[in-house]
């Protein structure tokens, strides 16, 4: 192994492991920033999703450039996480606003975009009759 090469290699190792950390502090700021759950919820997807693709793609280039071979079992994790962070997403989102709809929140709680009315489920439509 070429250690100045190798020197060259932890220095973008470094770069983005640091990169990976801003993310992951814009993630916590936009959680304490923002007012309710559902702003709430978009920084760390996205900022987490940032942070593992720049962790990944250090350990990627560390491990290659130390075994002098290309290292890629770390394209399981993030593989992995890319399917599950947006689905985990959309279900709290869900979940939350069907809490809130079914509580009865007030109409200022829940985003415009989303704010139409649930339908009757079959049951109650069938009992009005």
Known sequence: MNPELFGWVEVIVALLLMLSGLFTLAAAVGIV???NFFQRMHPPALAFSFS???VTLATILYFSARREQLALHAWLIIILLSITVPV???LLARTELFRRR???APAADIPPA???ELPLPAAERDSDR
């Open 88 to 90: 985990t997403t959309i």
């Open 33 to 35: 920033r923002f007012q």
């Open 114 to 116: 989303l704010s139409h």
């Open 52 to 54: 593992s693709w720049c």
């Open 102 to 104: 079914t509580h009865g």
